[in-house]
């Protein structure tokens, strides 16, 4: 459980400080105090350049979680290495404060950013209508549905202004029309201020409809089993014959069935 969100600039084990993300034969393995190991992950590299969104899917529990914990130095590999430009994480479960209101939660990274309140309130409160969160800005955590408490977070993530955005299922808690409606938000937010993102989602076809690529990890321990490019235009149409054939391959992928590598990097 990461008890920071947002990590320093890393960047000695690569040498560059303009990567966006860069991992190297990453590895990472649980151990409880008998010694005994759960390996999640295995043998990941994975470039991601500034301003692409690589989006990661894989079966649960095949180390997705623990790869964007890594990326953001919440967490150190066992071999290989990580080098990340700043980076924030949204993580799976909302963790928001639950003393605070949904304004003064979105408003979080801000106010750690050194902006006052009533800045980082009004910067916060000017997305609620977005979101559609209006009216709930004085309300506590606990008031909230599960998709409004996510949907704070997903702003208290972007809010923060950092170059990489690590979001693990970001849109998991949330109905299908305000899901697409918030992937439609994304996209439109992205195209407006790039920023390098490695979104976790088990949803294929989001993966799809935002991501410049798609890595697609085996069961665990996670391996990267393919990378799919995703070429077409933006802003992009879900019914596009293009995006529902890599849809299909990318399910196909999952399951295990044989596909021939496309652009892994
Ligand atoms: N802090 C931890 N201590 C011990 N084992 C852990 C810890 N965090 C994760 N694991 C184990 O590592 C493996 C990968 O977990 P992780 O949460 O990264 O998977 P995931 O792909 O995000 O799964 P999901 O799709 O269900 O969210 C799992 O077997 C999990 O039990
Ligand atoms: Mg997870």
């Known amino acids: 459980m990461p008890t920071q969100l947002q990590s320093r600039p890393r960047s000695s084990q690569s040498g560059s400080a303009d990567v966006g993300i860069a991992l190297q034969g990453v590895g990472r393995t649980y151990r409880d105090r008998r010694g005994a190991g759960v390996r999640a992950l295995d ?127 970001p849109f998991g808690a949330l109905d299908a029309i305000t899901r697409a409606e918030m992937q439609e938000w994304l996209a439109g937010a992205l195209a407006r201020e790039p920023r390098t993102v490695a979104l976790v989602t088990h949803d294929v076809e989001e993966a799809i409809v935002l991501a410049d690529r798609v890595a697609v990890l085996s069961p665990r321990p996670g391996r990267v089993l393919e990378v799919l490019e995703v070429e077409a235009p933006r802003p992009r149409v879900r019914t596009d014959a293009a995006l529902i054939a890599l849809r299909e391959r990318a399910l196909g992928a999952l399951q295990g069935a044989p596909t021939p590598m496309v652009g892994a990097r």
């Not at 043998?43 to 969104?53: H, K, N, Q, T």
């Not at 909230?144 to 996510?150: A, C, H, I, N």
């Not at 972007?158 to 690590?166: D, E, H, N, Q, T």
Request: proline share 6%; with cysteine.
């Open 43 to 169: 043998a990941i590299s994975l470039r991601v350049a500034p301003a692409e969104v690589l989006a990661v899917v894989g079966p649960s529990g095949c180390g997705k979680s623990t790869l964007l914990e890594l990326i953001c130095g919440l967490q150190r590999p066992d071999q290989g290495t990580v080098a990340c430009a700043p980076a924030v994480l949204m993580p799976q479960r909302d963790l928001l404060l639950p003393w605070l209101s949904a304004l003064d939660n979105a408003a979080l990274a801000l106010r750690i950013s050194g902006l006052s309140r009533e800045r980082a309130r009004a910067r916060a409160a000017a997305l609620f209508a977005e979101m559609g969160l209006d009216g709930f800005e004085h309300s506590r955590p606990s008031e909230l549905s599960g998709g409004m408490r996510q949907r704070v977070a997903f702003l208290r993530t972007l809010l923060s202004g950092k170059r990489v955005l690590c979001l693990d299922e």
